[in-house]
């Protein structure tokens, strides 16, 4: 059974930071490129950051200054580093786990950004 558990979202003035991390379980998680997305209320589901088994990573134009993903492949676990937070980025943040035509997702966590 796959299983992809976020953790470290929460409620941040903005200016803020927060560090989400990802830990998955069932899957060979070395293999896998891993994702953060991010979806606010009335919108799409729409990328943030990814990072490729071979630590390669690509951003969104929004996250590039201002966040990192990195991942820790003894620990199964993925992780996105965000500051210089804004209202903007208010939004329920996925991870994502692709290898070939298996897609698996976590259930998100809230990331609130507000005063």
């Known amino acids: 059974q796959v299983q992809l558990v976020e953790s470290g979202g929460g409620l941040v003035q903005p200016g803020g930071s927060l560090r989400l991390s990802c830990t998955a379980s069932g899957i060979s998680f070395s293999l896998y490129t891993m994702g953060w997305y991010r979806q606010a209320p009335g919108k799409q589901r729409e990328l943030v950051a990814t990072?490729?088994?071979?630590?390669?990573?690509n951003y969104a134009d929004f996250a590039r200054d201002r966040f990192a993903v990195s991942r820790d492949n003894a620990k199964n676990t993925v992780f996105l580093q965000m500051n210089s937070l804004e209202p903007e980025d208010t939004a329920v943040y996925y991870c994502?786990?692709?290898?070939?035509?298996?897609?698996?997702w976590g259930q998100g966590t809230q990331v609130t950004v507000s005063s």
């Open positions: 994502k786990a692709q290898f070939a035509v298996s897609n698996y």
């Open positions: 990072i490729t088994r071979g630590y390669s990573t």
